[in-house]
């Protein structure tokens, strides 16, 4: 549950992580402005994050490029740490940060009473950050967390496996289940599924287009069980009863990164920050991948890629947001990418939640590991391009979620069917909510 | 008993003082352990009689009532609770008595070596206990892979096949990983408890003609019963939390090991992921009573054999 | 004390064994005799084959480099990467490991010398007196023992800031100096270790309750002191949950936290420390092996009687 919590959180790190340096003091000042009053010297803002790297290198560069804020960035032990650290600092209401780097989904934030609404604040710079970003900085129409790029899944395909077989790479999901019905004979899976990773069923979910959760008036429209849910879950049975897929757990990474090795695996949707391990651990495949946009579902208007993340918020009580977004602005800045170059690998971070990104591709894309770099390239950029950013997880997210690990894991051992598992996982969310007192409706 | 003890008995004043002055050793202690375990710990319980409530969205802030004893109600009906407690029962059932034995076998092997032997193994032992739990997890995780871990292939120059990653073998490799774990801590105790004891006397069961078995099992075994009680206790206890292992053997098999596998992981659960602190807090007293039950009844039942 | 050395053996011994020297040095009267010396010796090495094989698997981890770690042979060496190791386990974040390894010996060094003495003091006087409410400690001590320690962090967190102590080594120090864990086990070896005959001879002598306990209590509970100490220090060194509540920059966490935090970086980012985790985690035992090593003596058997003079 860590690791799929963990995974959201990259777009979050990409906006603390970034360092920068200098300009757009212009922002800053203004955003200084943005406050009722006119501070004498520069507001101290607290930043906490766990970008052990350059989270630090990045506040000092931003407090050298302007005079009116200084950003001190307090580093965390890991994401469940600031969880944890936030948690009490507000049980305790003392010492509570002014930026935080998203732990968890932002609705959760919203409804913990965690993050303050800065519609106010972001809405003078939306053109600096994509749709994406500015998509899952909010919540029912209000910006309650910073904009925050999602991370774009792409297809990484084994092309030697494909060619051996000579088997199309699949453009559509249909495609990609009939791929998995042609290498099947000779060995080869066509993806592996977790049995504790959920997160592919919820990103086929959020491609087709469902809506678990929706806001009407004053209660929650809950709906696991839709016709775009149930597309999104016949493309997961009929490989898991055909035993077309395998199911290696992330726990034990040297078995894992031996079959992804092998040649035996087809395929698996990724994204950026995925590959530098990749390539660093699968020493024989290397050169053997080829990137390809994620299949489509065969009905979709328009190409779209699954994606999601957990902004980084302004904790309620920081009485500058203006000064906070002052700073995440300068981040989307060249300079500020540059100055979060990390000493140790030389490379800087992917700026997923700005427009264009293509000028960073080529440090993510590692050597030795596709078939053809350019076009691997391309295709992250594009990923990111078509990136949805939104998918609403409801009031009660950090409840259901575990209950759907435990009805994926069964549905992927085979003991009962997807649609079996969404209805249990929507009947706990409602009787949460009944236990919670939150006001919803289960869309028949 | 002795002469002396009789003679002091007229003294009265004199035997106050000196137990209001024995009582005074334990004054460090109790001040420290009200201050950091009991403020705390009535902090915490006072959560369970209250419950807390969102409306509309969830957006608005949260209320909070006294809710009296529903929360215990509620943990007292709760099927999947007492489903997890039956379990860890079961398991602690055997585990318990397995570290114990092993533990206690190996501090009395330990004694009966020659010191400087005793001393080599003694740190080799302890070496599980110094490697940090999430390190230990790595180890394990790679000696029990069936696809890279040595023990398959070990078992497979038999003609078995033995996967430590399947449902059917989780409470083994759980077990195991447990006893691994506190086996150096066990032995140190009670290793600890046989050197604390004069040797004087086994030299004199000895020149009794005692034989080294009845030695062991006559004279040391009782003189460490006190330890052997504190370790058990732990030991039922840990067991009946138990929480670690099973969440890191959830990945491995998620069809078998849900969310609220055991009273603690359902405990973290409410108190962690659904958020219902209040619940989690009536939840983990009642493990508290259970867990006090069963160690009680170990207690009664090991100090009985004693008198 | 002389006469009070002689007492408890002349009750325990027949009278033609009185003996004022501890046995001797190379043959402990626990030891074993004759062929049972190979089946001791046979279970000892099988159990800690046991205790130790599994640890090969991180030696060799802690040599190898993240290319290595997970594609070669779990159970042989590489290409002999160690050294590359240590010096990017020294140097990572402006070399703060070592800062970290420091923090973590003030931590369990205080914190479990402070429990040591809280924790004898204690159970000798549990266990050697008998007072209105010992039975009442020991029902609290027990009862201790049950809580589940998830439910202890919120509300010591709200308490630690009352009190100052958020963010200060005092967080880290004086919460584990109460143990009552400890305080069971002080009394239970106090009771085996501590004859009341000798303290009744002693208070003949005219010596006061606190002086039989600091000139004799103390020295008869060096092996109870010492399991105490080392049992402390070593779940101390370990411990990672606590710091990462309780202090908040990371020049003030301990080497466990540091560690953790290493390790959580691989699960979302580009960047994947765990060879490092592995090589910091077995530099990281050596001050535990040293520590064990150099208090060996304390668990000299034979804490006879005559040493006491």
């Known amino acids: ?444 | ?307 | 004390m002389s006469h009070a050395t002689l007492e408890p053996a002349t009750r325990q011994n027949p009278p033609a064994r009185r003996r004022r020297r501890p046995v001797p040095e190379t043959r402990s009267a626990a030891e074993a005799r004759g062929s049972s010396r190979w089946v001791v010796l046979g279970v000892l090495v099988a159990l800690s084959l046991y205790a130790v094989g599994p640890l090969w698997w991180l030696l060799v981890a802690a040599t190898k480099n993240q290319r290595e770690l997970y594609t070669t042979n779990g159970l042989w060496f590489a290409q002999l990467d160690l050294w590359a190791n240590l010096s990017s386990l020294f140097t990572y974040q402006d070399g703060i490991f070592t800062r970290w390894l420091w923090n973590t010996v003030l931590y369990s060094g205080l914190g479990s010398l402070g429990l040591t003495l809280v924790a004898l003091a204690a159970g000798y006087g549990i266990a050697k007196y008998r007072y209105r409410g010992r039975g009442l400690t020991m029902g609290l001590i027990i009862a201790s023992f049950l809580i589940p320690g998830s439910l202890m962090i919120v509300p010591s967190f709200v308490l630690f800031v009352q009190l100052g102590l958020y963010d200060t080594i005092w967080a880290m120090i004086l919460p584990g100096m109460f143990g009552s864990f400890s305080v069971y086990l002080a009394k239970v070896y106090a009771e085996g270790a501590v004859p009341t005959e000798l303290m009744e001879a002693a208070r003949i002598d005219g010596a006061g309750e606190y002086r039989i306990f600091f000139s004799m209590g103390l020295r008869l509970l060096t092996t109870a002191g010492a399991t105490i100490f080392l049992l402390h220090f070593v779940a101390s060194w370990n411990a990672f949950m606590w710091p990462l509540v309780f202090l908040k920059g990371v020049e003030k966490w301990p080497v466990m936290l540091g560690l953790y935090s290493w390790l959580q970086r691989g699960t979302d980012s580009t960047v994947d420390l765990t060879s490092l985790v592995l090589t910091g985690s077995l530099v990281s035992t050596i001050p535990m092996v040293v520590l064990m090593i150099s208090m060996q003596r304390y668990w000299r058997s034979g804490v006879t009687l005559g040493s006491l003079k």
Not at chain 2, 169 to 182: F, H
Not at chain 2, 243 to 265: C, Y
């Open chain 1, 1 to 444: 549950m860590i690791r799929s919590r963990a995974r959201w959180a990259t777009a979050g790190l990409a906006v603390t992580a970034l360092a920068g340096l200098s300009a757009c003091s212009a922002d800053a000042s203004s955003a200084g402005a943005a406050g009722d009053t006119e501070p004498a010297g520069p507001v101290t803002i607290e930043v906490w994050g766990w970008n052990a790297e350059t989270g630090e290198q990045t506040a000092e560069a931003f407090n050298a490029a302007q005079d009116d804020v200084t950003v001190k960035y307090v580093l965390q032990a890991s994401n469940v740490a600031t969880q944890t650290n936030f948690r009490n600092a507000t049980e305790a209401g003392s010492g509570v940060p002014c930026l935080v780097q998203g732990f968890a989904p932002l609705t959760t934030m919203v409804v913990n009473g965690w993050a303050q609404d800065i519609t106010e604040q972001v809405e003078g710079s939306v053109d600096l950050y994509n749709e994406g970003a500015l998509a899952a900085a909010q919540v029912d129409g209000r910006y309650y967390g910073l904009p925050s790029g999602s991370d774009g899944q792409f297809l990484i395909v084994n092309q030697k496996t494909f060619d051996k077989y000579d088997v199309e790479v699949p453009a559509t999901w249909d495609e990609f289940v009939e791929a998995g019905r042609e290498l099947g004979p000779h060995g080869v899976d066509i993806t592996n599924l977790a049995g504790e990773d959920p997160s592919i069923l919820m990103n086929l979910a959020q491609q087709a287009g469902a809506e678990w959760f929706a806001i009407e008036g004053d209660q929650w429209v809950v709906n696991f069980t839709d016709e775009k849910t149930v597309a999104a879950a016949d493309v997961l049975q009929p490989l898991i009863d055909e035993d077309l897929v395998s199911n290696q757990t992330f726990m034990d990474k040297p078995a894992l990164y031996k079959y992804f090795d092998s040649g035996k695996m087809a395929s698996t949707t990724t994204q950026w920050w995925s590959l530098t391990g990749l390539q660093t651990n699968l020493a024989d495949s290397g050169g053997d991948w080829s990137a390809h946009p994620v299949p489509q579902f065969a009905d979709a208007t328009a190409p779209v890629t699954p994606g999601r993340t957990l902004p980084s918020f302004v904790p309620e009580g920081c009485e500058n947001p203006g000064a906070v977004v002052a700073y995440t602005d300068w981040l989307t800045t060249p300079e500020a990418i540059e100055a979060g170059r990390n000493a140790e690998t030389g490379a800087v971070s992917f700026p997923v939640q700005v427009p264009d990104a293509s000028d960073y591709v080529d440090a993510v894309v590692p050597e030795d590991f596709f078939v053809d770099d350019k076009a691997a390239g391309e295709q992250i950029v594009t990923a990111q391009d078509r990136v949805i950013g939104k998918f609403e997880l409801g009031p009660n997210y950090d409840a259901w979620f575990p209950e759907l690990q435990d009805q994926w894991g069964k549905a992927v051992a085979g003991d009962i069917t997807l649609q079996e598992a969404l209805t249990a996982v929507q009947e706990f969310v409602a009787a949460d909510l009944d236990d919670k007192g939150i006001s919803y409706t289960v869309t028949e």
């Open chain 2, 1 to 307: 008993m002795s002469v002396r003890a009789q003679r002091s008995r007229p003294l009265f004043g004199w035997r106050t003082m000196q137990s209001l002055k024995g009582a005074s050793f334990t004054l460090p202690f109790l001040a420290g352990f009200a201050l950091f375990v009991i403020v705390p710990v009535l902090m915490g319980v006072r959560e369970s009689v209250y419950t807390t409530q969102s409306s509309g969205l969830g957006f608005g802030g949260q209320t909070v009532e006294f809710a009296g004893l529903r929360n215990f109600a509620k943990g007292l009906a709760d099927g999947a609770f007492w489903t997890g407690m039956f379990r860890v029962l079961l398991y602690a059932i055997v585990v318990v008595p397995l570290t114990q034995a092993l533990g206690l076998g190996l501090a009395l092997v330990l004694d009966a070596a020659r010191r400087r032997t005793a001393a080599r193994f003694r740190i080799a032992l302890l070496l599980p206990y110094m490697v940090p739990g999430i390190v230990a997890a790595m180890i394990w995780i790679y000696q029990y892979s069936p696809t890279v871990g040595p023990i398959t292939g070990f078992f497979a120059l038999f003609g078995l096949d033995v996967n430590f990653f399947t449902s059917s073998m989780v409470w083994v490799s759980m077990g195991n990983l447990a006893v691994w774990s506190a086996l150096g801590f066990t032995m140190l105790i009670l290793y600890g408890a046989l050197q604390s004891v004069p040797h004087e006397i086994f030299e004199a069961a000895r020149i009794d003609g005692a034989s080294e078995l009845r030695i062991a099992w006559s004279i040391k075994v009782p003189f460490v019963r006190g330890s052997l009680v504190l370790t058990s206790l732990l030991s039922i206890i840990g067991t009946l939390q138990l929480f670690d292992q099973p969440v890191l053997f959830r990945a491995v098999t998620p069809e078998t090991i849900t969310r609220d596998f055991t009273p603690a992981m359902m405990i973290y659960d409410q108190a962690f992921q659904v958020g219902n602190l209040n619940y989690a807090t009536a939840l983990s007293v009642i493990l508290a009573v259970v867990v006090g039950i069963a160690s009680a009844i170990i207690y009664r039942f090991m100090n009985k054999e004693e008198s």
